[in-house]
């Protein structure tokens, strides 16, 4: 079977041999319908911010699938119209595509995420439009806490799975264990997403919802970690947090997103931030469907724009810096085979699979004991009331050696004490 990787790059590089041979030179997408005067569109700083406006002279993410694994992705008309090409539900509370919302509280929260990513806009230029606006997307929904039936370490486990099996180029994860390591059953798991050659990014939880430092899966080698900044590219202070695996800053605060009713909302955290990488990402691959996963995420690091208040890179609050859209499109990166953001092969084996050390060989010479000499023959059992030979000869005579005596000497006293007393009662007293 040939790999998907390959039957789309074969097709990539189809359309593009077309174009230039229909008009001379690599053909220039269309402008995306964008009224900047909407208010909805004004809203959403980031496409400025970011550079994904200029990133979209170049691509909108067509040909590529991002991977939603959340709360569901809701059936919003307009905003997802061709956007999700599949779903599942691993909670086992979903309905089977994975766009029944789950949780009370947290059933928006996918289409959020989604919207962010992907979500189309209306076709006059208004209203809210996602990083990559072309790009197809899968929708997997989990729950947390009572919103599932399933351990929330498995139904991540098998998410991961289903979104690589079915075609994923990119896997978004935006939430947090809130504790630094993660279960082995996720070792596999995201092992098979990076030997498939697919980017995973992973948000850096908030100080809000009481993540003071990263947790997993923002701590397993190899994802794409993403912290959160404000409206001025500042490190956000309660929708954001720290640690040393954050790879890139995004914008985390005053965001907007579509929930599963259509609502437009405004919501802060790396949740967000996310799928903002998530959709660069995706406008990555499009723009060069040959490089593999470390390269794209190389090439969003790389180009990531240096904040004044940046220490050593990586940062543990911007990572590399903030992501810049269009220069991780354009600018001239070498292609590189190994994952900038750590290998979760070589953990595994050193973390998880140590092999241990050979029994060390002898060094002395062993000493021959010589044998013991034979046992004496048994005896046939006798009574245990008789006497024995060596009863007799240890107990019996012993005894009666000391018995013997002793009571003679006790008559010869007893008679002594008569006589006494009979010599005294002989003797007339005065």
Avoid: C
Avoid at 263 to 287: C, E, F, K, Q, Y
């Amino acid at each position: 079977m040939i790999p998907r990787r390959m039957l789309r790059d074969a097709v990539a590089m189809t359309v593009v041999l077309a174009s230039v041979l229909l008009t001379g030179a690599a053909a220039t997408p269309p402008p995306v319908p964008d009224d900047r005067a909407d208010p909805v569109r004004a809203s959403e700083y980031w496409l400025d911010g970011a550079r994904i406006r200029d990133a979209w002279q170049t691509t909108r993410g067509k040909g590529v699938t991002i991977a939603v694994i959340d709360t569901g992705i809701g059936k919003v008309p307009g905003v997802f119209d061709g956007a999700v090409r599949g779903g599942t539900d691993v909670s086992g509370t979903g309905s089977a595509d994975g766009r029944t919302p789950l949780g009370a509280i947290d059933g928006n929260h996918g289409s959020w995420v989604a919207s962010l990513a992907a979500g189309r806009g209306a076709a006059d230029g208004t209203g809210m439009i996602g990083v990559a606006p072309e790009a197809d997307l899968l929708s997997i929904s989990v729950g947390f806490g009572a919103a599932a039936a399933v351990p929330f370490s498995e139904q991540v486990a098998k998410a991961m799975r289903w979104a690589v099996d079915n075609g994923a180029d990119i896997i978004n994860l935006s939430f947090t264990t809130n504790t630094l390591d993660w279960d082995r059953s996720w070792d596999e798991a995201f092992l098979y997403a990076f030997e498939h050659d697919v980017v995973v990014v992973v948000a850096a939880g908030n100080r809000g919802s009481g993540t003071n430092i990263i947790g997993a899966p923002a701590t397993i080698p190899g994802v794409l970690t993403v912290g959160g900044v404000d409206q001025t590219g500042t490190a956000s202070v309660e929708a954001s947090t720290q640690g040393i695996t954050i790879g890139i800053a995004a914008p985390s605060e005053g965001l907007l997103g579509i929930s599963a009713d259509g609502t437009l909302v405004s919501w802060n955290g790396t949740s967000g931030a996310a799928p903002i990488v998530a959709g660069v990402a995706a406008l990555v691959r499009s723009a060069h469907p040959d490089l593999n996963a470390a390269s794209v995420i190389n090439r969003i690091i790389r180009t990531a724009t240096k904040v004044d208040a940046m220490g050593e890179t990586p940062d543990p609050l911007y990572g590399y810096g903030l992501i810049n859209a269009e220069a991780a499109i354009t600018a001239d990166i070498p292609a590189v085979e190994k994952n900038p953001m750590g290998d979760l092969a070589e953990w595994i084996r050193v973390y998880r699979r140590a092999e241990s050390r050979p029994a060390p060989e002898p060094t002395v010479t062993p000493v021959a004991v010589p044998p013991l000499p034979a046992a004496d023959a048994p005896t046939e059992p006798g009574s245990p009331l008789l006497p024995s030979a060596d009863s007799l000869r240890y107990g019996t005579l012993p005894l009666i050696a000391l018995t013997v005596p002793g009571i003679l000497v006790a008559l010869g006293v007893t008679a002594a004490a008569r006589r006494i007393r009979s010599a005294r009662a002989r003797t007339p007293h005065p």
